[in-house]
């Protein structure tokens, strides 16, 4: 690296994506021999540099595609250096500032946001509250968050908290219209993440028409949009109730939501299928690297259960946060039995994971 001009580390990393410079990163942080000698340059200070940039790019992409200056976002999720970086857009042209911030990078860098720096860019989850059609609230759970400025949008009926369920079921198995979209698209133009965003983009301006036209009287179908909306968001969550546990309550640390039971089984079923997808198909690390790597899956599950009533489970989630959770990445753990893994088949070890989440099926009202 010492003859190599900084301009020349930052553009070599920004090309070859986040995903890749982090498992480097994490490969030479770990003294694996692995790693490949055109990629020893990357280490702490290397990681920083390129998460400011990654700050300081989103910013000045969001204030350029925010040309009428209606919109905010704001950052949710993990702050690690190797965690991806997803934003939230709130406002009534939310769906449109997003297209044009992709387009925007896409035209100057010629790749991704998702691929270049992990971003992820949504506007299905919080909504600007004032200007939204109050009828809504007729046929969905409208919850005022941050003072009043800003609002969710939940299940209210037991038709509708089906619906989520059989959306839920799709990250199990998916052969739903929904994917057959994608599919369609990619066989088209195999470009996938631009794909998935222009359906996500598609399916926002549906919903955001109707979530802002007063003079809607009937609302009754726009539950059903906000889920199909959902569906096609960047690793995000197909359910907006998953997201109030997981992002607002558990890592934001707002627990005045009013959320319900229903809310809190959405959020430990999504959980159970990310859990379950993760930790059998990745087929790079040990079986007890994955579940050391994927208990942060177990601990949103067990933390759910736990909100639901189910005795026992808060204090399995607490076990998990202050003696596992901490420990991830960390070759010399051995606390395995805190996970219910003592070795052997990792297929065993999560079908009786499933099994025993699937008893805890509340009935819908």
């Known amino acids: 690296m010492c003859d190599k001009h900084i301009n020349t580390v930052i553009d070599k990393y920004i090309k070859l994506g986040w995903a890749k410079t982090s498992m480097f990163y994490l490969q030479r942080n770990g003294k694996q021999k692995s790693i490949k000698h055109q990629h020893r340059d990357i280490d702490d200070n290397l990681l920083k540099m390129l998460n ?3 700050l300081y790019k989103v910013k000045r992409h969001f204030d350029c595609a925010n040309t009428d200056g209606l919109s905010s976002f704001q950052a949710n999720g993990s702050t690690n250096l190797t965690s991806d970086y997803d934003i939230t857009i709130i406002g009534y042209d939310a769906p449109y ?5 992709i387009n925007n990078y896409c035209k100057t860098y010629k790749n991704t946001l998702a691929h270049a720096l992990d971003v992820n860019i ?13 009828n809504i609230s007729k046929f969905a759970r409208l919850l005022k968050i941050d003072s009043g400025k800003n609002c969710l949008i939940l299940p209210k009926t037991a038709e509708q908290q089906q619906l989520t369920i059989d959306h839920i079921m799709l990250k199990f198995h998916d052969s739903s219209p929904l994917r057959n979209e994608l599919l369609k698209l990619n066989r088209k ?16 301006k549906q919903l955001y028409n109707s979530l802002y036209n007063k003079s809607l009287a009937d609302c009754r179908d726009i539950y059903d949009k906000l889920l199909q909306f959902c569906y096609y968001a960047m690793e995000g969550y197909y ?14 640390g707002q627990t005045d939501l009013g959320l319900t039971p229903f809310d809190y089984w959405c959020a430990a079923l999504e959980n159970l299928a990310d859990f379950q997808h993760h930790i059998l198909h990745d ?13 942060k899956y177990l601990y949103r599950i067990y933390y759910s259960l736990g909100k639901m009533g ?24 051995d606390q395995y039995k805190l996970l219910g893994y003592l070795g052997g088949d990792i ?18 009202h």
Do not use: W
Not at 97 to 101: A, Q
Not at 189 to 204: A, D, E, H, R, V
Not at 310 to 333: C, D, E, T, W, Y
């Open 283 to 295: 087929k790079l690390l040990t079986n007890k690297a994955r579940v050391l790597k994927y208990s």
């Open 97 to 101: 500032v997003m297209n044009r911030m």
């Open 310 to 333: 189910i005795s026992g489970f808060l204090g399995r989630a607490k076990q998990l946060k202050l003696n596992v959770l901490p420990h991830r990445g960390n070759n010399k753990f």
């Open 52 to 54: 400011a940039i990654r």
């Open 239 to 252: 359910a907006p109730s998953t997201f109030c546990v997981v992002v607002l309550e558990i890592a934001k």
């Open 189 to 204: 133009n195999n470009t996938p993440i631009t794909n998935q965003y222009k359906l996500y983009y598609k399916y926002g």
């Open 347 to 364: 297929n065993s070890y999560v079908k009786n994971i499933v099994d025993k989440v699937m008893l805890c099926a509340p009935k819908l």
């Open 122 to 134: 949504y506007c299905d989850s919080i909504f600007l509250y004032k200007g939204i059609n109050r």
